[in-house]
């Protein structure tokens, strides 16, 4: 009788390490997701800060090309009939 009396105390020991164990993991992981919701916000405000610095930089590299810089002039009319052809859908969207 003194067995199953050991027996169960070991295993209610277990089952309490283990208990202890799964609360200390579910606070670990809700830090990680805290943690993982604050990066995936700074990634997407450096994703957005480098959208706007290709965006000028194009916008640079167009008016140099218009300034008859030695960069492609092909690359400049490509760039103002892409321009052209926006503003025809947008006009056309407007004249609906």
């Not at 202890?20 to 997701?33: D, G, I, R, S």
């Amino acid at each position: 009788m003194s067995e199953l009396v050991e027996i169960v105390d070991s295993l209610e020991n277990k089952v309490s390490k283990l208990l202890h164990k799964m609360e200390l993991l579910h606070q670990v992981n809700a830090k990680l997701k805290q943690e993982l919701v604050l990066l995936e916000k700074e990634n997407q405000l450096k994703q957005n800060a480098l959208n706007e610095w290709e965006e000028k930089y194009d916008s640079l590299k167009m008016a140099n090309t218009m300034l008859g810089s030695n960069t492609s002039k092909t690359e400049a009319k490509l760039k103002i009939n892409t321009l052209i052809r926006e503003l025809d859908v947008c006009i056309a969207k407007l004249a609906d």
